[in-house]
C-alpha cells in the first residue's frame, strides 16, 4: 500500500512497499524530483529527513541572501558561482548554508537551496544530470520554486519517517 504525504505542487512524498530499499517518491513545484532514483536506502534516507526536521524545528534557516535578489534569481547566483574559481568564493560559501534535500542518491540529481522567511519556507531546485535534461529538455536550466508553511514540511517529513519506520517495523 503507497502512503502519499502532502501537495505535489509544493512539496510532497508517496512512499511505497517495505523493505530495506522503498520506492521514495518526492514532488516540489510540482516536479517529480526522484524520476532518477526513487529507490532509498531506508536507514539512511529517514536519518537524513530526522536530520532536517530537527534543523527547522530548531528555528534554522535564513531568508534570502541579497536584498533585491528573487529567490530563483538567488539560485542561479548560487550555481553560476558554484565550484568557479572566479572571485566567488563567498558566495560559494554562502550557498552552502541554504543547500537543501540532501538525503543521498535519491535526490542527488537536483540542486536544492531553502530560504526561510518567518514562518514559511521558499525552495528553489534545477535538476542537473544530462541524462535527466536530454529525456525532459523543458527543464535544462529552469529553476522551480515551491513555497510551504514551515509546519506543514515539518509534518510531511516527519510522516516520511514515520512511514519508514513502521514499514522497518513490519518487517521485525
Partial sequence: MNVVLGDKSRFAAEIGESGPLRRVDLWAAGKWLTCDDNMAYVPQFRRDVLNAVAWLRSGEGAPLPYA??????????FGRHAGNDDGSEADSRLSGR????????TTDNVTAYLFREEDHLVITLEFWREEHLAGHPEDAGAVFVAEIPVEEFVGILEGIAAELDAGRRSRE
Fill in 68 to 77: 533585491g535578489l528573487s529567490a530563483e534569481a538567488t539560485h542561479r547566483r
Fill in 98 to 105: 541554504f543547500r537543501s534535500l540532501l538525503w543521498g542518491p
